[in-house]
């Protein structure tokens, strides 16, 4: 078998310039040395939980130390302070998430709060559209972010394949979704199973019943072709009789998507992705029960995700596959922070995302979300995290991807974070000499001009200013700095009067700052 | 899980064919060749242009149902003129051909090889006039007689125009003086070595095909050499009938000589021919070059021809299985109506597609379409555009053309002289088109025309589904969407699992509402690129799927 770094594009563009920071980051460490005691990168996987219709991550993982000014403007559908399952002093989940709650304690959950990308954009199908490609907001690409890493490696897929050394499909998308995700410049990595061309595989509720007449009868004909023509249909047939799965699910349609993808994995699957889904996050309305806001929608979808989540994590263990797989889960975008009448909420900016597994470093990443006292109609949580940041970390780290090769598929601008951690052990190896960047923006609210200073162990540096609506409307500063501490004047006397977010993105860190801009 | 194997036990039926037949002889409520006098809409109109021609636009569909059912049977067999000739679209080298002129009475050329050109240009002009043909049924029915009269490997394509040309002028027409003219063209001289047939060697190839392919078909044996419709002997003496023609211009230089046929008094056999007793033991005395139109008028004096061609017809029009209830209520009516008529097809044809029989819901659907059907009918039905200029979509033609090859079929290059197997091959008849090999090209095909396109010559041929679905009655309804889209693509209703299934598709996870909001957006600004590309990718989504679905195999 080539080696994959063979396949490595030659992009005159991609030049990598290492942020070093003090040396001992663990972002700044020779991925492979980190993880090569980990088993070969062929056998690695990575499950992708994608959360249809824009999640309210708010009531998911909630930021307790903002809960009043939370209460001001979502009180109809905002979860008792008293029934959220605390993870720290200032952040807890949603009641019905005793799964990831266990998960979390169990150290094997990690937060990245705040996740989202610059100028966001509120279509579902658009912002879907950046989340599987990986583009900036304002540029339309037609590849996925996975697929342009398959690309990378397998340049002539899908001629010669499958073979004796790829006998098994890249990435398998469960369900009925086309994974944008997987998609190459020329055809999609991805094998939807659970389509009308694949019957007779793995349970399957496609294709009405071929009625018994010449019409039926073709129909069936053709039905059983072209599952036959699969090319990929032998083989994943073999490995689903083989597979096995040990821990019990929760009924619904994530946790049987899971609990295949464990079989998959357990007969021998070669297969690096998986994508399953869980629909019915546009919760406009009734997302939570008026007077008991611990139930509804919502909350069933959580808890879905939670006790789907955790069977398939235990599943994993019984397996003894654990150190094998992690998984992510991710939706479109966040809702506003403002509830409406309906007890619902509309398509908002950032939200967290969930990443889990043996290999995941433990934590909560990134501050909670600042809410305001007086949160306008349109605002949504700021984005603190950029989504490529994951995206790239998962495959330097991961799929040891080398960080010029991530920059190449993701954008230049690539910050590692430390999400992912060596599996030899539980306790989280962060490494991370905390430098407290306090920042600190005042006068707050700002009328003309106001002073942002922080603290600097002296790196790249990027200070913006975000809308309510998501929209990076000024770059104050971007560039390197000294160590030390720091003190930047901005203008603000040109934006019209409203909420703003000030993000600094410093050591590869994150933070943000809520602002007022009043009024002339 | 088998899918087939549950289904058969649960509705307890076993898959031999006698049982078949039984069921879909007792199933039919109106299986006779009467005219249908049933209700008149959009279902009934799409399935008479969907097997009349190669795939009608939502447009074609909605003016049938205007037309009602005669008036759409008047348009389909309507007189038209012959189309203009293939032209040389862009080769400069030919010294006899200016670009933009044709090139079918043109010589060779002693210093350049010209064959290439004009027979790629046969191609993609056949391919145009198959994409660009109106409610008309002569194209399906020319390449009817293409698959009839089979005829391969003919490099000429002078000569292969002349023939088909043949086919397309007679489409409509006599069937009897379709089968004389055959016989003496000079492609089919030459395909079955009538040209090389003399009196002192008479070539039975022909001869023998005329009987068991072209017109009254091989019965059972009843005897050493004897086929119940003709025996060996009437092949011999056939034979014997047709010496004497050749043909003359192949791929010829010298601008004097046409492509034609011609006869030879002295390489035709002068003696009496002495038929068998299933001709009566008639007699051909010598009858020089009427000889041959002769012959042809007694072979159709027995009814069996009539019964012959109307099967064909039937297994190209309508459906493959042709049991008793069908051999007694379709053909044997149909084939005394074409007796009535002296051989014109064309009353016969109307009477068929516009039956009870034919408009039976038994009846729509089961046809797997064959590679060309497939192929441009894609490209009709969501009315892809080609440019004007003359370079451009003669390429763009030709490139076209050539996708059926690798789905298993090649205008002018049928697997032999039965033509394509689908039309014949007991018991698998249009299944011969399924396999692995012939799968993987055509959902390629489509997955490409409804995502990426094809761009040749700096065109870009794609699926506009922006315009496509701006057609719809409420654009705006995703579930009227996927109705609609349903309606112009397969032959019968969607289950609803799967209609829900399609709408995931469109909207993952989403709920109803959301496609009106963003397809509105998208409306009120429809030059705002993000708001256009969101809802044409999740549409391209959706036609892809409907596209790979194996109901759009079937028409």
């Known amino acids: 078998m080539m080696k994959r770094r063979h396949f490595l594009k030659a992009t005159g563009t991609a030049v990598a310039i290492p942020i070093l920071l003090n040396g001992t980051r663990l972002g700044a460490m020779p991925r492979s040395a980190l993880f090569n005691a980990l088993n070969d990168e062929s056998d690695r996987v990575l499950v992708l939980i994608q959360l249809n219709g824009g999640n309210d991550g708010l009531n998911m993982v909630l930021p307790v130390d903002q809960y009043d000014n939370l209460a001001n403007v979502r009180s109809n559908i905002l979860i008792p302070q008293d029934t959220i399952l605390p993870m720290t002093g200032v952040t807890g989940l949603h009641p019905v998430m005793t799964g990831v709650k266990s998960l979390y304690d169990d150290a094997r959950l990690a937060v990245v709060q705040s996740v989202g990308y610059p100028n966001q954009n509120r279509s579902h199908f658009r912002s879907t559209d950046i989340w599987t490609s990986g583009s900036p907001a304002d540029e339309v690409w037609n590849t996925g972010w996975m697929g342009r890493y398959f690309d990378g490696l397998y340049p002539d897929y899908p001629e010669g394949y499958p073979n004796a050394s790829h006998p098994h499909p890249f990435a398998i998308t469960m369900g009925n979704l086309v994974s944008e995700t997987c998609q190459g410049p020329a055809t999609n990595f991805s094998l939807t199973l659970e389509n009308p061309f694949t019957i007779g595989q793995i349970p399957s509720g496609q294709g009405s019943n071929a009625p018994d007449n010449p019409y039926g009868r073709e129909l069936e004909f053709l039905r059983t072709a072209i599952a036959q023509s699969n090319a990929y249909a032998g083989a994943i047939s073999e490995v689903v009789n083989a597979g096995s799965s040990m821990a019990t699910y929760p009924q619904g349609r994530l946790a049987e998507q899971l609990q295949n993808v464990a079989r998959l994995i357990s007969g021998g699957l070669q297969t690096k992705i998986y994508v399953v889904s869980l629909g019915g996050f546009d919760t406009h309305a009734n997302q939570a029960i008026e007077g008991a806001p611990t139930t509804g929608e919502h909350a069933e979808l959580l808890r879905n995700l939670s006790d789907a989540m955790t069977a398939f994590q235990q599943d994993l263990q019984l397996l003894g596959l654990d150190r094998r797989v992690i998984s992510m889960t991710f939706s479109e975008f966040g809702r506003r922070i403002r509830s409406n009448a309906s007890n619902g909420t509309d398509h908002g900016t950032a939200a967290p995302l969930l990443l889990f597994g043996t290999c995941v470093n433990p934590q909560i990443l990134g501050d909670n979300p600042e809410i305001g006292p007086n949160v306008s109609v349109d605002e949504g949580v700021p984005m603190q995290h950029d989504f490529r940041d994951v995206y790239g970390s998962i495959l330097m780290d991961w799929f040891e991807v080398p960080e010029a090769d991530v920059r190449a598929y993701l954008y230049q601008d690539f910050t590692h974070l430390p999400i992912l951690t060596p599996c030899e052990t539980t306790t989280s190896v962060s490494g991370e000499e905390s430098l407290e960047i306090a920042m600190n923006v005042f006068p707050n609210p700002v009328s003309q001009q106001a002073t942002i200073a922080f603290n600097s162990a002296g790196a790249r540096a990027r200070l913006s200013i975000f809308d309510a609506m998501g929209n990076e409307v000024q770059v104050i500063f971007d560039q390197r700095l000294n160590a030390g501490e720091h003190t930047l004047t901005w203008d603000a006397s040109r934006l019209p009067a409203g909420i703003y977010f000030c993000r600094l993105l410093l050591n590869g860190r994150q933070q943000v700052r809520r602002v007022v801009k009043a009024g002339r | 899980m088998d899918r087939r194997a549950t289904l058969a036990a649960f509705i307890g039926r076993s898959d031999s064919k006698q049982k078949r037949q039984q069921r879909r002889a007792a199933a039919p409520i109106n299986s006779s060749l009467s005219p249908y006098a049933g209700p008149w809409g959009w279902e009934q109109a799409a399935h008479l242009l969907r097997r009349a021609t190669f795939g009608p636009t939502k447009t074609m569909i909605e003016t049938a149902v205007q037309n009602g059912l005669n008036g759409t049977l008047t348009q389909l067999f309507a007189d038209q003129p012959l189309p203009a000739p293939p032209v040389n679209p862009n080769n400069a080298t030919d010294p006899n051909v200016p670009i933009g002129e044709t090139w079918i009475n043109a ?273 009709r039905q969501f009315s892809i555009p080609f440019p004007t200029q003359l370079l451009r979509y003669y390429n763009a033609w030709f490139q076209f053309f050539r996708f059926s090859i690798p789905m298993q079929m090649e205008y002018f290059n049928p697997p032999d002289v039965a033509g394509w197997k689908a039309y014949y091959q007991e018991p698998g008849y249009y299944r011969t088109w399924i396999n692995a090999a012939t799968l993987a090209p055509r959902s390629a095909f489509t997955n490409q025309l409804a995502t990426t396109g094809y761009v040749y010559n700096t065109v870009r041929y794609l699926i506009d589904v922006l315009t496509l679905v701006d057609t719809v009655s409420d654009p705006f309804d995703p579930v009227v969407v996927i109705r609609e889209f349903s309606e112009l693509l397969y032959p019968q209703p969607l289950a609803q699992n799967q209609l829900d299934y399609l709408k995931e598709v469109l909207l993952p996870g989403l709920p109803d509402f959301e496609w009106t909001i963003e397809y509105n957006d998208y409306k009120a600004n429809p030059d705002n690129a993000n708001l256009r590309q969101a809802v044409e990718t999740k549409l391209r989504n959706l036609v892809r799927a409907m596209l790979s679905m194996p109901e759009y195999y079937l028409s």
């Open chain 2, 107 to 379: 010589p060779y050329s002693a210093t350049v090889n010209l064959v290439g050109y004009r027979n790629q240009s046969l191609r993609g002009w056949t391919m145009g006039l198959m994409l660009n043909e109106g409610i008309s049924i002569r194209e399906k029915m020319t390449l009817f007689w293409h698959n009839h009269f089979a005829v391969r490997q003919i490099t000429d394509p002078k000569f292969l125009y002349k023939y088909i040309t043949l086919l397309r002028s007679s489409a409509l027409g006599n069937f009897r003086q379709l089968v004389k003219d055959v016989t003496i063209d000079p492609t089919m001289l030459r395909f079955l070595n009538g040209n090389q047939s003399t009196r002192n060697a008479p070539n039975e190839n022909y001869a023998r095909e005329l009987l068991e392919l072209f017109t009254i078909g091989k019965g059972p044996a009843a005897g050493p050499g004897d086929y119940t419709n003709y025996t060996e002997t009437d092949v011999e003496q056939m034979a014997r009938v047709l010496t004497g023609w050749r043909d003359r211009g192949f791929n010829t230089q010298n601008p004097d000589i046409a492509v034609e046929s011609f006869f030879t008094l002295g390489r035709h056999d002068l003696g009496n021919k002495q038929l068998s007793h299933r001709f009566d033991n008639a007699v051909i005395p010598n009858m020089a070059e009427n000889e041959y139109a002769h012959l042809v008028d007694v072979i159709f004096q027995k009814d069996e021809v009539a019964r012959f061609i109307c099967r064909k017809l039937y297994r190209w029009f309508v459906y493959y299985d042709i049991d008793a209830a069908t051999e007694v209520n379709i053909i044997e009516p149909m084939a005394q109506l074409l007796i009535a008529n002296n051989y014109n097809i064309q009353p016969a044809m109307a009477a068929l597609l516009g039956s009870e029989h034919f408009f039976d819901i038994l009846n729509v659907g089961p046809m797997i379409k064959s590679p060309i059907d497939f192929v441009v009918g894609a490209f």
